[in-house]
């Protein structure tokens, strides 16, 4: 899978977003990748909950598809507490 780095690189930013920002657990989490990335809302949330301790089941996490380019991916918000 290509998108493989991207993942992590998602994982670290956000970990690092949310240290910054004081948030323990995401509750809401949308991200803008490529049209033809594979990453979806399930594999995002289960690469997340394997290397982060910020989610949960209650975590809703929102893939949105644009023309971006391609491998890049876009942390449109996070909302947690």
Do not use: Q
């Not at 977003?17 to 594999?43: A, G, M, P, T, Y």
């Not at 910020?54 to 996070?78: F, P």
């Amino acid at each position: 899978m290509h998108d493989t780095f991207l993942f992590s690189r998602l994982a670290d930013s956000l970990s690092f977003l949310c240290k910054e920002n004081k948030i323990k657990r995401i509750d809401k989490l949308v991200i803008i990748v490529h049209k033809n990335s594979h990453i979806n809302e399930k594999n995002m949330y289960d690469y997340l909950n394997k290397h982060t301790n910020l989610i949960n089941d209650n975590t809703k996490i929102i893939i949105k598809r644009e023309e971006i380019e391609e491998l890049t991916a876009v942390i449109e918000s996070v909302e947690g507490n």
